[in-house]
C-alpha cells in the first residue's frame, strides 16, 4: 500500500461526508436518539431497592449494535454510490491500488464510526446515568470496534449490490441475524446446538459477549480481550475479501 494515496482517499471520502448533512445525522445524531428512545422505554419500570436498571443492561448492548447497523448502512450504500456514478472506475484507472482505496475508505469511516461511538456513549453515561461495574472507555472501544466493523461488512457486501435498493436488501441476510443470535434475546448458551453453532461464527456475537463481561467486571478479563481480538479479526477478513472483490467496472 502507498500511504499517501490511502490518506488522500480518506480525506478526499471525509469531504464528500462533510457536504452531506444527512449522512452526518445519519451517523451522529440517529444512534443516540435511538438509545433515547431505549432509555424512555424503561424510564418507568419498578424494581426491588439493589436490583439494576433494565436500559443498564439493554442500552449497553444498543451502543454495540446501533453503531454497527448505521455504519454498515452508511458505507455500503456510500460505496455503492461511488460505483455507479463512475467515480470508483475512473479511480481505478490510476496508479492507485485497490488496497489504498479500499482502506482509505474503510479508515475515513472508521474515524467517523469512532466519533459516532464516542457520542453514543457519552449520552449513554452522562444524559441516561448508564450504570455498570465495567469502565467507560473500554465500552468506547468495543463500540468504536463494533462501527469499524459495520463498516467492513459494508463495503464487503457494496460489491455484490447494483442498486441502493439492493444494498439495503443485505440487512435481512447480514444484519438481522446477528442480531437474533448474538445473546441479546437468548443467551447463546441456551440456544440448540445448530443455532448456537452459528452464532459463534457470527461477530457481532463476539461484541455482545465483550460487553457482558465489561458489565459484569470492574477489570478488564482474558475473555473480553479474545473476544475483541476477534472482532479485530473479522474486521481484517472482510476488508480483505472486500479487496479481492472490488470491481473495476460498475456493471
Known sequence: MNPRMLLATTERVLRQLA???RSIALILVVP?????????LFEGE???PGVPRTFDRVGLMML???PFVVMFLVTSITMLRERTSGTLE????TPIHKAD?????ALAFSLMAAL???VATAVAYWVFGMDIKGNAGWVVLVAVVNAVLGVALGLLCSAFARTEFQAVQFMPVVVVPQILLCGLF???DSMNSALEAISNVLPLSYSVDALQEIARHTEATSAMVADLLAMAGFVLVALLLASLTLRRQSR
Open 19 to 21: 457536504g452531506d448533512p
Open 32 to 40: 443516540a436518539v435511538l438509545l433515547a428512545v431505549v432509555y424512555y
Open 46 to 48: 419498578t424494581r426491588p
Open 64 to 66: 454495540a449494535i446501533f
Open 90 to 93: 475512473r479511480l481505478l484507472t
Open 101 to 105: 482505496l479500499l482502506f482509505g475508505y
Open 116 to 118: 459516532q461511538s464516542l
Open 186 to 188: 437468548v443467551a447463546r
